[in-house]
């Protein structure tokens, strides 16, 4: 997914030096770096969401209490910012913002 700081973000599943998974990023300029690496079999799979707090969220399907899984943060420096939760209507509706 790309953030807010235009970089785009990811998970991969068995990478890293520990062979666990990583938490990585892409600049627009191609640039690649690895921000975390999994210590245990978490199973980071899937995309991250933005908060409008800046922060990237995402979840897992193993580790946490019981191997059940848990939901992470990735503070990446990013700034607040507001969205619109509804993007169309009739004119003198008024809008949601979310943030």
Known sequence: MQATDGNFYGLDYLGSTFG???IYDYSLSGTFNTLYDWTSNVAAQGQFSQHTNGGLYGVTYQGG???LGTV???NIGARPFVG???YQGKSGN???ILG
């Open 20 to 22: 666990d998974g990583t």
């Open 65 to 67: 209490t019981n191997n």
């Open 72 to 74: 992470f943060s990735l």
């Open 84 to 86: 619109l939760v509804q």
């Open 94 to 96: 008024t809008a949601q």
